[in-house]
């Protein structure tokens, strides 16, 4: 995951648009019977089946009934409908976040560090400066929401570690930091004192607990003591109660206040972001709950399906595949008359993530399942030059990660979702974490038959140029964030060094960066997958990284693999601007089965679209698609209705 330059929208109030000279200051429900309505003269990319571009288009109540030339809008205009004239500007069908955990994107009143990376002085003084208002009680838990765990966290010349930081700065507290990638956190010494073993007993986690034959032994890839960081599996041992969506429980009346205090807000991000139609990629009953008061509120402007999930089970390896189905159905079951809601979706984990950290003592291994051991590095980092030296030859670490899964239970655990109707939606980073899931998914189709139903993988970090091949051969669905695809030295020191061998004295850059390198031909193979068959989708991961969705970032990164004004990551595998807009409209529709109802600008599909400030395809033909990352949505359109308008 990454921190990569971020897009600030401002907050703006639903307007209805009133025609052409104004605008009313009235809310817009959901669903409302609306006015017919053309738009003329706009650059309309359709994304129907020929890809056409047109002048003009007609709504009627929620449904296009037109989409063609000006002249053809005449008979539109003659009966009445009402003209917007869209003064050549482009329009699109609503976006599609495919991978979004929606509730995350707007900010709690709690103590937050917004995605910001910090160093150690930083971070205590954050620390100090939440402690009076978040946890005033003697002994009370401190919980910090969005730190950055794999950039900042420089020592300084007070402390070396983020323990050590965070006991100085909060002496008589536990205190947690919630990590942006969702899977790490980080916790002082009393927080690790507090560790709780299977059967409740406070054991905490300690060099004996986490050693050969402890009590926790199987969770040394989840810790590291010398940091204080914990991942995945290992933050449930320690009670520290959350403010994160996945720990609220529906009927507490805190979680119930902090998260209903904020639903608005999250409704007018999606807005502001184009954004109609999102799959919130691991739901829960409360996270259910919640975007289910958002459509009582009339606040849901945007179509969503529910990925329900099990990621307690996953992490812990359990097998309960009847569970997971019972849970499921009835959750689908819930939902099925809902017009914009539905839950025929479930979230796997098959493991966990790439980033470890080469300077603690010893190196914080990754724990993503890769098909090869990874390395342990010796790298040397100077705390005034900030510069990065190799001082030993790098060694086998006898260890290739996790999967959560073993093989022939994944296999009947996708079989049996895809024989009950669900896609399924996996959590994959390392690459034999995606072999396994590409298995599962071949086994499933074996035992099955072809049923159609768009299976999709998130994230695909690495991926072996054998899988890359097979990925399009069973035409997955491939979910990836495309903001993280960049060459960003500071983030790929937690990475590289672990997959690759290093030789004492080598540059840096030649050990990150080498084109002949495993990894510069497997980290996001974007354009290899494509051209394998494989359909590739969009999904922003918010609040991982960032809380913004940032679309256009997201286009904008996939074209170019870089940060404006560096390096290309292996420019070679990145997209096209037209795979970036299938990816964002009729691709994502597909992706969740919903395409003969959005995903395109077609007569008889829902009237979703968004007006830019800018054509795209003008930025690319002037070879400057990273241009395209400053896009503005001028205007929401859903079901009809503006649902946001800066116009």
Request: charged share 20%; with cysteine; hydrophobic share 40%.
């Amino acid at each position: 995951m990454r921190l990569e330059l971020k897009q600030h929208l401002a907050l703006s109030s639903f307007v209805l648009l009133a025609g052409i000279a104004g605008c009313s200051q009235t809310p817009v429900p959901a669903g409302a019977t609306g006015d017919n309505t053309v738009y003329l003269n706009g650059e309309i990319y359709t994304q129907d089946a020929q890809r056409r571009k047109v002048e003009a288009i007609a709504v009627s109540n929620d449904k296009f009934v037109y989409s063609g030339s000006r002249e053809g809008a005449e008979a539109f205009i003659q009966q009445g409908y009402r003209v917007v004239d869209l003064g050549g500007k482009m329009v699109l069908p609503g976006l599609h976040d495919n991978h979004i955990h929606v509730l995350g994107t707007v900010a709690l009143d709690v103590c937050d560090l917004d995605g910001k990376a910090v160093n150690l002085d930083q971070l205590a003084s954050k620390v100090k400066e939440c402690l009076p208002r978040y946890a005033s009680e003697p002994g009370s838990w401190l919980k910090i929401e969005q730190w950055v765990p794999y950039e900042g966290n420089e020592p300084t010349a007070s402390y070396k570690t983020i323990r050590q930081a965070l006991d100085a700065a909060a002496p008589g507290h536990p205190v947690v930091l919630s990590g942006v990638d969702g899977h790490a956190g980080a916790y002082n010494s009393q927080a690790l004192s507090m560790a709780q073993d299977d059967s409740g007993k406070t054991v905490g986690f300690t060099a004996q607990t986490l050693g050969k034959g402890g009590v926790f032994a199987e969770l040394a890839p989840y810790v590291s003591l010398d940091t204080g960081v914990l991942r995945d599996a290992a933050k449930e041992r320690i009670p520290a109660g959350s403010f994160d969506m996945f720990a609220q429980q529906v009927g507490d009346p805190k979680g119930e206040a902090i998260y209903g205090a904020i639903l608005p807000d999250v409704a007018k991000v999606m807005a502001q972001s184009g954004i109609t139609s999102i799959q919130d990629a691991c739901t829960n009953d409360f996270i259910r709950e919640q975007i289910l008061k958002m459509q009582q509120q009339n606040l849901l402007n945007m179509r969503v399906t529910l990925a329900t999930c099990f990621i307690g089970d996953d992490y812990a390896g359990k097998v309960d595949i009847p569970g997971h189905l019972s849970k499921a159905k009835a959750v689908r079951e819930e939902f099925a008359n809902n017009p914009l809601i539905k839950a025929d979706a479930v979230k796997i984990f098959a493991d966990g993530v790439l980033e470890g950290d080469p300077f603690s003592q010893p190196p914080f291994t990754p724990n993503a399942g890769m098909l090869h051991n990874y390395q342990t590095p010796h790298l040397k980092l100077d705390e005034e030059s900030g510069a990065v030296s190799v001082t030993a030859d790098s060694e086998d670490s006898k260890n290739n990660g996790i999967v959560n899964y073993k093989e022939e239970d994944f296999k009947n655990y996708a079989s049996a979702l895809d024989a009950a109707g669900f896609s399924i939606h996996v959590h994959s980073v390392g690459d034999r974490a995606t072999h396994v899931a590409i298995d599962a998914l071949q086994a499933a189709r074996q035992r099955n038959g072809d049923r159609h139903i768009p299976h999709t993988i998130a994230h695909l970090q690495v991926v072996h140029p054998d899988d890359q091949k097979r990925l399009g051969e069973l035409g997955v669905y491939l979910t990836y964030t495309y903001a993280w695809i960049n060459q960003q030295p500071e983030y790929d020191m937690l990475i590289t060094p672990f997959l690759e061998k290093s030789h004492k004295g080598q540059a840096i850059d030649d050990l990150l960066y080498n084109p002949n390198n495993y990894s510069w031909n497997a980290i996001y193979p974007v354009g290899n997958t494509a051209k394998a068959g494989a359909v590739l989708v969009a999904g922003s991961d918010a609040p991982v990284d960032s809380r913004d969705p940032r679309p256009f970032m997201n286009i904008a990164a996939g074209i170019t693999r870089a940060i404006p004004g560096k390096p290309a990551y292996n420019a070679k595998q990145g997209a096209t601007l037209e795979q970036m807009l299938d990816a964002y409209t009729i691709n994502g529709a597909r992706a969740v089965r919903q395409d003969k109802l959005i995903g395109s600008i077609e007569p008889g599909k829902s009237a979703d679209f968004i007006v830019l400030d800018r054509n795209l395809f003008d930025l690319v033909k002037q070879g400057e698609p990273a241009k395209i990352a400053d896009t503005q949505v001028l205007q929401t359109v859903f079901r009809g209705k503006t649902v946001y308008s800066q116009l």
